[in-house]
């Protein structure tokens, strides 16, 4: 009889998961920022986001046109809504759904194709978990129009919750902005032109807010690739509130040792809590680059 409370208990306990799971379910796009390839006539890329269907996003006649929504986090993408516009319905024919964290579209895997949909119809999509940060929308051939009425992304936060966050370095070598560290993606930096980079100075450091407080589990850090590999070597990964010496008195998470050319190393960091992810390398003489920086973890006060 115990067991098959106990049994009980844990179905009910599952279910009550699932549910919640489910709950937390929203449309991501609403807080995204739309673009498209080119704007005809005031038919601007947030027409498709804003709830209406007397409106609608339009590019101008052209080759290959594109809406696409950044979601500015990852998220873990459940089903795609499409809303045909009333009249003009076929310039919606033969679009096809993307969902990925790549900026350039056609890198990222395809969650489904529109055919044909009546005037004013809405199309569901299931994505089946597809992850990425951005979801695009593209006819492709000469001569073609997209117009949108409305466009939906449902889904959750995926693990990463890195991106969207507030980023800061010591100092900055170039174009090698902090940010470019969490734009969510570790397969743009072939050419290096993802990464952040410090100049060569005494304990460089990166920062990133989270702007709430986390049990972080995982840190990943990707390397640079083509060359220079070894200059992560003997970086300091911090987690925590203070910004005291810049955030580098938070307790340490990892020591980095190394980290092969344009790999990702994870870094286990037992739930330590804080707000703050610092990377730090002490020591004269140092440079310190970043290709991306993914943080895994749950919120403090969800437990
Ligand atoms: C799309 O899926 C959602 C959630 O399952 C459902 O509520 C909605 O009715 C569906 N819409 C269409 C047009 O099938
Ligand atoms: C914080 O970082 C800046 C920039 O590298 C540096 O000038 C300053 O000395 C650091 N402050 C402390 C207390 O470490
Ligand atoms: C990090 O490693 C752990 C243990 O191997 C694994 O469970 C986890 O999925 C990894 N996380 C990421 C983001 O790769
Ligand atoms: C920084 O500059 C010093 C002096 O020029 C040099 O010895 C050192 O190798 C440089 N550090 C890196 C990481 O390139």
């Known amino acids: 009889m115990k067991k098959l409370y106990k049994c009980l208990w844990i179905l009910l306990g599952f279910l009550l998961n699932e549910e919640m799971a489910r709950g937390q379910e929203e449309n991501a796009a609403l807080w995204g920022t739309p673009s498209e390839s080119s704007t005809y006539a005031g038919s601007e890329p947030k027409l498709a986001l804003d709830g209406l269907l007397n409106s609608w996003s339009h590019t101008i006649k052209e080759t290959d046109p594109w809406w696409r929504v950044d979601l500015l986090k990852v998220y873990r993408v459940n089903r795609v809504t499409i809303t045909n516009r009333p009249g ?25 194709v529109i055919s044909t949909l009546g005037a004013g119809a809405t199309v569901n999509f299931s994505c089946g978990g597809m992850v990425g940060r951005y979801m695009v929308v593209h006819i492709s051939g000469n001569q073609k129009i997209l117009s949108i009425a409305e466009a939906g992304v449902y889904g959750n936060l995926a693990g990463n919750r890195a991106v969207g966050g507030a980023t ?30 410090t100049l060569n100075e005494t304990n460089p450091w990166w920062r990133l807010d989270l702007h709430d407080v986390y049990r972080v589990s995982e840190v990943v850090i990707t390397n640079r690739k083509n060359c220079c590999a070894e200059w992560i070597n003997g970086a300091e ?6 910004l005291e010496n810049n955030g580098t008195s938070n307790p340490i998470c990892a020591v980095i040792p190394d ?28 440079i310190l680059t970043l290709c991306e920086v993914e943080v895994y973890g749950y919120l403090a006060d969800e437990g």
């Open 237 to 242: 990964i911090h987690i925590g509130n203070s």
């Open 168 to 197: 800061m370095q010591s100092s900055t070598s170039a174009d090698w902005f902090s940010e470019k560290a969490t734009d969510g993606n570790r397969g743009l930096q072939q050419l290096n032109t993802g990464c952040s980079s």
């Open 88 to 112: 003009q319905a076929t310039r919606i024919n033969g679009a096809v759904i993307r969902i990925g964290n790549f900026l350039d579209i056609y890198s990222n895997d395809i969650c489904g």
């Open 259 to 286: 980290i092969p050319a344009g790999k990702s190393n994870n870094y286990s960091c037992n739930r330590l809590e804080g707000r703050y992810v610092i990377i730090h390398i002490p020591g004269d003489w140092k």
